[in-house]
């Protein structure tokens, strides 16, 4: 069974500050989603990679995938009280393993 | 436009009774799912469907039963709530086409579930 560990659990802020979470796995991922899920909502896909190395970029978002593809960043410049949620990893494997999450608290 | 809906968004009951929540996608999507969040907001796979065959079922009590009318809908019954069935139900929702399957999961709102 692969596990998904996110580091930090929780994480607090001040907006404007830098930040990155991390998302490990005990194998190698198919494919890796991250997700952001905010209070009383549903989680929303953020990105999907799939190859070792890859770097995607969504506006202030910063996803990085291990070269092993064992591993995976996210980096947030110059946080925004918006950001704040609980961010999600996920194998996309078929069985939809998801991570338990880093809850980010971006304060004004 | 919704794109996954569900029903009821919170849904209070005595344990024993029996419960069904309602889900639909406008997506056109083949694969459909339930989840279960806990209180400590962990997000554990239950169901999925596609084409009208259950794919997945994780070691989740029979007392859960997901049914499925047609591509677009997937309901979720319980039979005799437990204490422990408290928690947020998410559908969610997928497509294999275009030849490039990532399991690229599009959720509904949630259902709160609380058990008396």
């Known amino acids: 069974t692969q596990l998904l560990e996110q580091s930090p659990q929780f994480l607090s802020i001040q907006e404007g500050e830098n930040l990155t979470v991390y998302c490990n796995s005990s194998?190698?991922?198919?494919?890796l989603q991250w997700y952001r899920q905010e209070p009383g909502e549903g989680p929303v896909l953020l990105v999907t990679v799939v190859t070792g190395g890859e770097v995607k970029k969504l506006k202030r978002l910063t996803f990085q995938f291990g070269d092993a593809r064992k591993d995976s960043s996210l980096h947030i410049t110059a946080a925004q009280t918006g950001d704040t949620g609980l961010y999600l990893c996920?194998?996309?494997?078929?069985?939809?393993?998801f991570g338990a999450g880093t809850r980010l608290t971006v304060k004004p | 436009d919704t794109a996954v809906s569900q029903t009821p968004k919170y849904l209070v009951t005595q344990m024993g009774n029996d419960k069904s929540i309602k889900c639909e996608q406008n997506?056109?999507?083949?694969?459909m799912y339930w989840y279960k969040q806990d209180s400590k907001k962990f997000l554990k796979i239950m169901f999925s469907?596609?084409?009208?065959?259950?794919?997945i079922n994780e070691t989740v009590p029979n007392r859960f039963s997901p049914k499925s009318p047609d591509k677009a809908h997937l309901n979720l019954h319980i039979n005799s709530l437990e204490l422990g069935d408290s928690a947020v139900y998410f559908c969610?929702?997928?497509?294999?086409?275009?030849?490039?399957?990532?399991?690229?999961?599009?959720f509904g709102p949630g259902t709160r579930l609380t058990v008396l």
């Open positions: 469907y596609n084409n009208k065959e259950l794919i």
């Open positions: 997506l056109g999507h083949d694969t």
């Open positions: 194998s190698v991922f198919s494919s």
């Open positions: 996920a194998d996309s494997n078929n069985d939809m393993r």
């Open positions: 969610a929702s997928s497509s294999a086409s275009g030849g490039v399957f990532y399991n690229e999961q599009f």
